[in-house]
């Protein structure tokens, strides 16, 4: 509790904690930790009140130290360390992991591996549930996106395809409307955008493969009719311009 006053009286203040009071409030947080540890081994959750009360002090303690740990530049193997044992913990579940994957997505202390690593646990959660919200799997896909879109900067990296892919498994078989449209037009529209730099660069392949994404994508969302005949139409003559008649061979194959 008191490193949680000590950095949000920071923020109130508007100032930076120097480095030497970071390292004294992360020693000050291992030996709460410590503490709450042992508690958590004895205590015997009698009540509701009980049960609330002591996984919120797991996730402040973890949150207060990915905080702390942020700001030392030695310390990011830490960070990851520390989510995933809160992870693996009963205390933990999707809405802690969406809050500290998206606060390791931004800003100048951003750390991608937690952010991945939290978002990715975060989904498996929340498909694992019998009624999943789809409104949170979809905000937690696009983040996937736009995160490894970023610190990759490689429109073949195979961790960006598998997230559309598994973006369209997850629609297959929902009922219409059950995924966000508008989420489902932004995975349709940018998947198929992502064709136009291997146009460019003359990465036939690779542009089909994106298409192909879009396209199927689009089948899955309502209202897209006209986008997709257009895309089809679209990837005909690219496939007869640049592969012959030898098209369509791997249409099937985009999203499986």
Same mark, same amino acid.
């Given at each position: 509790?008191?490193?949680?006053?000590?950095?949000?009286?920071?923020?109130?203040?508007?100032?930076?904690?120097?480095?030497?009071?970071? !390292?004294?409030?992360?020693?000050?947080?291992?030996?709460?930790?410590?503490?709450?540890?042992?508690?958590?081994?004895?205590? !015997?959750?009698?009540?509701?009140?009980?049960?609330?009360?002591?996984? %919120?002090?797991?996730?402040?303690?973890?949150?207060?130290?990915?905080? #702390?740990?942020?700001?030392?530049?030695?310390?990011?193997?830490?960070? #990851?360390?520390?989510?995933?044992?809160?992870?693996?913990?009963?205390?933990?579940?999707?809405?802690?992991?969406?809050?500290?994957?998206?606060?390791?997505?931004?800003?100048?202390?951003?750390?991608?591996?937690?952010?991945?690593?939290?978002?990715?646990?975060?989904?498996?959660?929340?498909?694992?549930?019998?009624?999943?919200?789809?409104?949170?799997? =979809?905000?937690?896909? !696009?983040?996937?996106?736009?995160?490894?879109?970023?610190?990759?900067?490689?429109?073949?990296d195979d961790s960006i395809t598998e997230i559309y892919k598994q973006a369209y498994r997850i629609m297959v078989g929902l009922r219409e409307g059950e995924y966000p449209?508008?989420?489902?037009?932004? #995975?349709?529209?940018?998947?198929?955008?992502?064709? =136009?730099?291997?146009?460019?660069?003359?990465?036939?392949?690779? =542009?089909?493969?994106?298409? %192909?994404?879009?396209?199927?994508?689009?089948?899955?969302?309502?209202?897209?009719?006209?986008?997709?005949?257009?895309?089809?139409?679209?990837?005909?003559? *690219?496939?007869?311009? *640049?592969?012959?008649?030898?098209?369509?061979?791997?249409?099937?194959?985009?999203?499986?």
């Amino acid at each position: 509790m008191a490193v949680s006053a000590i950095i949000a009286g920071e923020k109130h203040r508007k100032c930076t904690l120097l480095e030497i009071e970071v !390292r004294q409030a992360i020693d000050l947080l291992g030996r709460a930790g410590k503490i709450l540890m042992s508690a958590s081994g004895s205590i !015997r959750q009698i009540d509701d009140q009980t049960a609330a009360i002591e996984p %919120n002090f797991f996730f402040m303690y973890t949150w207060c130290s990915f905080d #702390l740990y942020s700001r030392l530049s030695d310390l990011s193997a830490q960070q #990851l360390s520390l989510v995933k044992t809160f992870a693996s913990s009963k205390s933990c579940n999707p809405k802690h992991l969406l809050h500290i994957g998206l606060e390791a997505s931004q800003g100048p202390r951003s750390n991608p591996e937690v952010c991945t690593f939290a978002l990715n646990t975060c989904l498996a959660s929340l498909l694992a549930s019998p009624s999943p919200d789809y409104q949170t799997v =979809a905000l937690v896909l !696009r983040k996937l996106i736009s995160v490894s879109t970023i610190y990759k900067r490689d429109t073949e990296d195979d961790s960006i395809t598998e997230i559309y892919k598994q973006a369209y498994r997850i629609m297959v078989g929902l009922r219409e409307g059950e995924y966000p449209i508008e989420e489902a037009k932004w #995975l349709a529209m940018t998947a198929w955008n992502r064709a =136009a730099l291997p146009v460019k660069m003359g990465e036939i392949e690779s =542009a089909k493969k994106w298409m %192909n994404i879009g396209m199927e994508l689009a089948t899955k969302v309502p209202g897209m009719h006209t986008y997709k005949s257009c895309m089809e139409d679209y990837l005909a003559g *690219f496939e007869k311009k *640049f592969c012959g008649q030898d098209s369509g061979k791997s249409r099937t194959q985009a999203v499986s």
